[in-house]
């Protein structure tokens, strides 16, 4: 009976053993939740192996060398007796405090790069092969060329490197504005020295705009990058060169999933020039612009905050021709419509000088077309500084007096310049030394035109002031108290 017992329960315990392995999934295999459709996971990842067969030959490893130099360097003291350099000395004084000669070490670099011709062509970043003294390029097959500069843009971090080889595997290019967010893409480049490193991810952001660089409308991903990488490609899937990679934000100085690439139709809008002519021409029209904010937005009856408010018109510059005006918004550029002020520099520097281009703006809330003649812009834009009794217009919460004639003349403009600042005025970012200019459209010549500008709004007034030789449109609440 026992011996029946225990042969009825194993039976049963077997049963129940096989019907759960029966309803589990096997290894190896996807299962699908309710109402969600799967792939298995070899069919739902990418395959990056025929790309790095076929393009990873035309990616090249940069190295770099900056010899030891002399430095000459001025002393601010001007030249010293040496009874005077050893009082000085004495008390613990380097000295000659800068002056004199200085030795550099000689430095090494390394970075990556691609080909983009067959006879020796390639593109890096300009920070890869800046100041160098020395390049090294190393291919795939460890063949050696030594590289010269050909043209180099520190304002888009493009460089042009030459060297003497024909016959060379040249990397298919791609179209960076056909790029969607969270398509995969793969970078190849020599992190720390590694060459040929493969790293891959998706495209996180496009259009990123970064501290620092106006130009360039920055490709984010999250593939790998570290230092080495700079000046290599970043691929899409059909092996087509999207992008150059060239940042990474990082506070530990590693990669921690951000990382940025130049477009590559900028790259070769770029590199055309730099092979032409050595150098980069860029488009002007000289307007100082700022972005929509919501309380801008609002004093300027905007229904969004798309578009850039124009600031400022540089006197005799190509915009000052036109119709264009301070407060203007502009909403497209040769009918391409701007969403934020940082889209602008992108566009007009991209223009060739002498073209014509439209602007599409918004104007008292009508919409009008201006056509403006572009200019070149100069390798450097000098910078000049305002300056500084009392009137007081409390509602706005500032103390202001009429700039005096040589204040003006100095300034540049008309207008009133702000001794003293608070409330309202000081919440919204107005500043001691500011000049007032115009309030909502209206010109502001005295302390009284100021008075009846202010007088008769309820809740915001739009404040345009000049600060140093730069001008920004200020919204302020003057309906809130302290």
């Known amino acids: 009976m026992k011996n029946n017992k225990k042969a009825l329960f194993a039976a049963i315990m077997s049963a129940l053993i096989a019907t759960s392995a029966a309803t589990l999934p096997s290894a190896g295999y996807a ?20 790309l790095v067969e076929k393009y990873g030959k035309g990616v090249v490893n940069i ?4 010899k030891a130099k002399t430095i000459q360097m001025d002393s601010p003291f001007g030249a010293l007796d040496e009874q005077s350099a050893e009082i000085f000395r004495r008390f613990g004084f380097p000295f000659p405090f800068g002056g004199g000669s200085r030795q550099t070490p000689e430095r090494r670099g390394m970075g990556s790069g691609f080909i983009v011709s067959a006879d020796g062509l390639i593109l890096t970043n300009h920070h890869v092969v800046e100041g160098a003294d020395e390049i090294k390029v190393r291919l795939t097959d460890k063949r050696e060329f030594k590289g010269k500069v050909l043209g180099s843009d520190p304002k888009t971090d493009i460089a042009v490197v030459k060297i003497d080889a024909k016959d060379l595997p040249v990397l298919k290019m791609g179209n960076s504005d056909k790029l969607k967010v969270g398509e995969w893409v793969a970078a190849i480049g020599s992190p720390f020295g590694l060459d040929n490193t493969v790293t891959a991810g998706i495209v996180s952001a496009k259009s990123r705009k970064l501290p620092d660089d106006q ?16 000046g290599g490609p970043l691929f899409n899937m059909d092996g087509e060169v999207v992008g150059i990679n060239s940042q990474i934000f990082s506070t530990s100085g590693g990669f921690m999933g951000l990382s940025f690439a130049i477009p590559i139709d900028l790259a070769l809008e770029i590199k055309d020039q730099l092979v032409k002519s050595g150098k980069v021409t860029r488009g002007r029209i000289g307007v100082l612009i700022q972005n929509i904010t919501p309380e801008l937005a609002e004093s300027f009856g905007l229904k969004n905050q798309k578009g850039a408010i124009v600031a400022q018109i540089e006197k005799n510059g190509p915009a000052a021709k036109s119709k264009l005006r301070e407060g203007d918004v502009i909403t497209a550029v040769n009918g391409k419509a701007v969403e934020s002020s940082s889209d602008m520099p992108v566009m007009i520097s991209a223009m060739k000088p002498g073209s014509t281009v439209k602007l ?20 450097a834009r000098a910078s000049g500084a305002a300056a500084a009794n009392p009137d007081a217009s409390a509602k706005l919460g500032v103390a202001v007096r009429a700039l005096s004639e040589r204040e003006a003349e100095k300034a540049g403009t008309e207008g009133v310049l702000v001794e003293d600042v608070k409330g309202a005025a000081a919440r919204a970012g107005i500043r001691e030394g500011d000049i007032i200019v115009n309030v909502n459209g209206r010109a502001i010549r005295s302390p009284s035109d100021l008075r009846n500008a202010v007088s008769g709004a309820k809740k915001s007034v739009r404040v345009l002031v000049q600060r140093g030789d730069s001008r920004i449109f200020i919204p302020v609440r003057i309906g809130e108290k302290d």
């Open 63 to 66: 190295s770099i060398v900056k």
């Open 215 to 230: 130009f360039v409308p920055f490709i984010q991903t999250d593939v790998a990058v570290n230092p080495g990488n700079s």
């Open 31 to 50: 299962f699908e939740l309710p109402g969600i459709k799967t792939s298995s996971a070899r069919e739902s990842l990418p395959n990056f192996v025929d």
């Open 360 to 379: 599409t703006v918004l104007r008292d809330g009508r919409s009008e077309d201006i056509s403006i003649t572009v200019g070149e812009a100069p390798s």
